[in-house]
């Protein structure tokens, strides 16, 4: 069937009508917010007590916007005669968020699953150096990292 | 009545105000429902919510204060005498426009009997401030835009009036007020029922109007004198303040008028069944001639919302090789039917 010249010209209208009769996909930011998704990228948490100050994540980070100092300490050994037992004791944990591009390199590489992405993104300061999260600041976040989706069904359990 | 008790001077003043008026608070009402707020939702978006309080109404006369308040910026090389008088001789000719346009019985500040043939003619006075623009700012990019402009100005000025000779030569006059009479008298095909609103009998001329309309007022399939992407804004590059505002206001000013012009011509202009004389005539006049402005004000800003711009070579072409053909083809239509009925 020959088609009809300006037939594109006359769906084109039709979809701007189209759109202007359906509700704005857009919303009026500070009075209403968007629900951003469970795994948005906001803001990296730290769950301090998982920490063992290995550096791995400064390491990896490519904008080296990680800074971390710990001290080693001896403990009490577990066993009676044993030996006394060293631990990493984390002194500092700063991420400068006016350097990081939100890679997610840290969260990857964390062995002890002590760093987490959370959804939270109203966190802008108005002096760049308030941007630097210290470790009680990074800590607070926790409250917000949202719970793992539920596994599929028939899925192994993790042991 | 009214009228009569009034001296001509009084009378002259009151219709001199009505157009001051009416020429911003018709490219305001434009601006704000049609740019503002019915291209946001027609790219699913609110547009401006917060000025004024509600929906952003105030957001076009906030600008315009805004712009008032700007510093008066001539560039150093600028004619700067041309460069002055450039927004106002394209101003003064959007203010002409509404003359003739009637929008009751009595309500028209001055029925001409070449009523239409005086709109077209001032509407395209347009060209010689677009010109006097991008030749006085000293700039490239205005130079190109004004001569873009006027190329297609003086090109899309031929399907415009070829168009409108369509409606003369079924009504028979060139009077607005008398084409306003002639829809409502006339019949269709023979068929009498409330009159004949030209876009009936003359649809190809309705849509050849419609088109030249568009390009008349750089809306943006045909919006190549102002491509922002390579012209910055074409003739208007160097203007900045109220210059610049009286630019944006003859803009849609030129709309609001050209819009009314098609509205009078076409969709049977003032005139309602129910009152043909008298205070009600007038009083309705407006409102049903408002309605018919903004219903063809959307047509024009749908078309620009929808559809991108036309290089500058296909532009021309289809002027030259479609709409004047076309308004020609038109012509000899409304004759040979214009003698059959």
């Not at chain 2, 917060?50 to 805004?66: R, S, T, V």
């Not at chain 2, 001055?110 to 006085?136: E, H, K, T």
């Not at chain 2, 160097?238 to 944006?248: C, D, I, P, T, V």
């Amino acid at each position: 069937m020959p088609q009809l010249p300006g037939r594109g010209l006359i769906k084109g209208l039709g979809v701007t009508f189209k759109t202007m009769t359906q509700p704005a996909v857009t919303v009026q930011y500070p009075k209403e917010k968007e629900e951003p998704p469970t795994r948005a990228r906001g803001v990296i948490a730290l769950k301090e007590e998982n920490c063992t100050a290995c550096m791995l994540c400064g390491r990896e980070c490519p904008d080296w916007c990680i800074y971390i100092e710990g001290h080693k300490e001896k403990r009490p050994p577990r066993r009676e005669g044993g030996k006394p037992r060293t631990v990493n004791i984390l002194d500092r944990f700063d991420i400068d968020y006016a350097l990081c591009m939100y890679c997610g390199i840290c969260v990857e590489v964390c062995p002890f699953d002590a760093l987490f992405w959370t959804p939270e993104y109203e966190y802008s300061e108005a002096r760049i150096a308030d941007l630097l999260h210290d470790k009680d600041k990074l800590g607070e976040w926790m409250a917000t990292v949202p719970e793992p989706e539920a596994l599929e069904a028939g899925a192994e359990k993790k042991k | 009545m009214l009228a009569l008790s009034l001296s001509y001077w009084q009378v002259t003043t009151i219709k001199t105000l009505v157009v001051l008026s009416i020429v911003p608070a018709g490219a305001i009402i434009l601006g704000y429902v049609f740019l503002l707020k019915m291209m946001a939702h027609m790219q699913s978006r609110l547009g401006p919510m917060e000025p004024g309080g509600f929906h952003g109404w105030f957001q076009l006369i906030g600008d315009g204060i805004k712009f008032i308040q700007k510093e008066d910026i001539i560039p150093a090389e600028a004619d700067r005498r041309v460069f002055a008088l450039a927004p106002l001789v394209i101003l003064i000719s959007t203010f002409l426009i509404y003359v003739v346009v009637p929008s009751g019985p009595r309500l028209v500040v001055q029925d001409l009997d070449v009523g239409i043939f005086f709109a077209l003619a001032v509407s395209s006075l347009s060209v010689v401030g677009v010109l006097m623009a991008g030749w006085s700012s000293a700039n490239k990019y205005s130079l190109l835009g004004a001569l873009r402009a006027a190329g297609q100005l003086i090109a899309y000025e031929l399907p415009l009036v070829l168009a409108v000779v369509g409606v003369v030569i079924q009504a028979g006059t060139m009077s607005l007020q008398g084409i306003v009479h002639a829809q409502a008298d006339q019949a269709i095909f023979g068929v009498h029922l409330v009159g004949n609103p030209f876009v009936i009998t003359q649809v190809l001329g309705f849509i050849l109007f419609l088109a030249a309309a568009q390009a008349e007022l750089s809306q943006t399939p045909f919006d190549m004198p102002v491509a922002e992407s390579e012209l910055v804004a074409g003739f208007m590059t160097e203007y900045s303040g109220f210059r610049f505002l009286f630019f944006f206001i003859s803009e849609f000013g030129t709309a609001f008028a050209l819009a009314g012009l098609a509205a009078t011509l076409y969709l049977g202009g003032w005139y309602q069944p129910w009152f043909r004389h008298g205070l009600m005539a007038d009083l309705l006049g407006p409102l049903v001639l408002g309605v018919k402005v903004m219903f063809v004000a959307f047509l024009i800003f749908w078309i620009r919302f929808t559809f991108p711009r036309f290089r500058e070579d296909q532009l021309q072409t289809f002027a030259w090789k479609y709409l004047i053909p076309l308004s020609l083809l038109n012509i000899v239509l409304t004759g040979i039917l214009k003698v059959a009925f």
